[in-house]
């Protein structure tokens, strides 16, 4: 008995040791633009026009998040910021116009050391070839809603002008390709995928199945649809409003837009932004329509292969999108709408369903999130923090309260900008001189601070930095966002153009 006993507490460590626990699959699924207004699952004025089954269902089934925020709104930061962990300034990716070197630091490097095997399908949008993937197809460059062009390995072209042509709307062919993949992968590894779907990029197209989706249904407008910039709401600038795309659809609908001709002659101004309006958002549902269909048929095919109890399920967009607040559309600036990125997250393992977490989370912990889950530290490079305690409903002790922004490019109405958000207060400097530029830009305003009361002003219809009502707080504020942005690596600012004009408006 004694020597049974003996041999028991030798062997059952080896055993459990020599059988570690499964490691989860990751199936990372992100569309470009699909902003939380269009989800229907965080409540607004489209929430009853959407269709939305998938994406419920998730949610259903996981955990919303109701504060994840990304750190630079436009396409190849952030992308870049989910695959880095990291700020623009810390992994150089500024703008539209940067590319993501493919010897650069990033997450599916180290899972994939780690012993996953991985793949990307669908938009990649960083120029260079991607790295750290066992397998890709993706689109060159923006990519194209019929008929799509899919790089591989085989046929990548630094000039995005190889790949091969795959019939269909892309969507349909991204989640195609995607299932083939998971079909054909090795099952004795654990696997990360990343879905990528260029939808709902403009121009918003959508398959045939969706035509008549909405057709005759107006749909209802924001309720400061009718802002005429920065002369009746205070902002340092005009912004980037609808009308512009109405330019965009007399000029080329039915060729690069969807739809029949499209025409605004005869029409006041606010008769012609209601029409582009219900033009824009028809055409956005309905190419987020065919983004929820996917959705669906890739939880159908984990839940026939027996991986859907052992797979993280992850929905999320890149950025946020202005559908038609304060009379925009676009996105980059700090305003909730574009700020804002939807995520919704499915693990029935280890997540209560139907929760939702109010934490702040920014793209740049998605990356250390991915390598929790995979059982592996991140590299001290990595700014951003696993939220899997977060996920649990058990908010560590220290956790962020407030969040650092900062838009790098430079337009006349959609000026450079950095500011502080807090659970109820925004702040924010638009400077408006370019990263790059040492002469002073030609800008329509002068540089000037915005300051939103998220409680009072949740819309952010009016800045209130002059009322005097609030000048201890933004005292505060501005003390703390000179901190946050220290503590971001962005401390030091290298253009002088730039550094000046902080410290004159300051």
Same mark, same amino acid.
């Given at each position: ?35 939380? #207004? ?78 996953? #095997? ?131 659809? #007399? ?67 890149? #950025? ?120 002073? +830009? ?10 939103? +009361? ?53």
């Amino acid at each position: 008995m004694n020597i049974r006993i003996i041999l028991l507490i030798i062997f059952v460590p080896f055993f459990s040791f020599a059988q570690p626990k499964k490691r989860p699959n990751i199936l990372y699924i992100m569309s470009d633009d699909h902003t939380s #207004q269009a989800w229907g699952i965080y409540g607004g004025i489209l929430k009853d026009y959407v269709k939305n089954d998938n994406i419920k269902w998730l949610a259903e089934n996981g955990v919303v998040l109701n504060n994840a925020f990304c750190t630079n709104s436009i396409c190849v930061p952030s992308r870049a910021a989910v695959m880095t962990g990291q700020y623009s300034h810390r992994n150089g990716v500024y703008d539209l116009e940067d590319s993501f070197e493919p010897d650069s630091m990033n997450f599916v490097k180290i899972l994939r050391s780690g012993g996953y #095997q991985t793949a990307l399908i669908g938009k990649w949008h960083l120029g260079k070839e991607p790295s750290g993937f066992d397998y890709y197809s993706v689109t060159p460059g923006q990519g194209r809603y019929r008929d799509p062009i899919l790089m591989t390995k085989e046929n990548w072209k630094d000039d995005q002008t190889g790949g091969k042509v795959y019939k269909g709307y892309s969507t349909d062919v991204i989640t195609d390709q995607s299932i083939e993949w998971l079909k054909n992968r090795d099952s004795s590894k654990p696997f990360y995928l990343s879905t990528h779907f260029k939808a709902t990029h403009e121009p918003f197209d959508y398959p045939e199945r969706y035509a008549d989706y909405l057709e005759k249904t107006e749909v209802p407008y924001p309720a400061d649809f009718a802002d005429k910039g920065a002369a009746t709401t205070g902002r340092t600038h005009d912004g980037w409003p609808l009308d512009l795309l109405g330019t965009r659809y #007399q000029q080329s609908t039915g060729k690069e837009y969807p739809g029949r001709e499209f025409s605004l002659k005869g029409l006041d101004s606010l008769t012609a932004r209601k029409k582009i309006y219900q033009k824009f958002i028809k055409d956005f549902l309905r190419c987020g329509a065919a983004v929820d269909d996917n959705i669906g048929r890739l939880i159908d095919h984990l839940r026939k292969s027996g991986e859907l109890e052992n797979t993280i399920i992850i929905y999320t967009a890149d #950025q946020g999108y202005f559908l038609g607040e304060h009379g925009f559309f676009d996105k980059r600036f700090i305003y909730e709408p574009s700020l804002r990125m939807p995520f919704v997250i499915s693990y029935p393992k280890e997540l209560k369903k139907g929760n939702r977490i109010d934490d702040i989370i920014l793209n740049i912990d998605f990356a250390p999130l991915f390598l929790d889950y995979a059982g592996i530290e991140k590299p001290a490079s990595m700014q951003g923090e696993s939220f899997r305690k977060n996920l649990q409903g058990k908010t560590p002790a220290g956790w962020r309260k407030d969040m650092y922004y900062r838009y790098w490019a430079n337009e006349s109405n959609r000026p450079a900008h950095f500011g502080i958000r807090t659970e109820r207060y925004k702040l924010a400097l638009f400077y408006g001189q370019s990263r790059t530029k040492t002469q002073r +830009d030609k800008m329509k305003y002068a540089p000037g601070w915005e300051f939103y +009361d998220l409680r009072k002003d949740p819309h952010e219809d009016h800045n209130a930095i002059n009322d005097p009502r609030y000048k201890t707080i933004i005292k505060d504020l501005k003390k703390r966002l000179h901190e946050i942005k220290n503590e971001s690596g962005d401390g030091i600012e290298k253009n002088e153009t730039i550094k000046e004009l902080i410290e004159k408006y300051w």
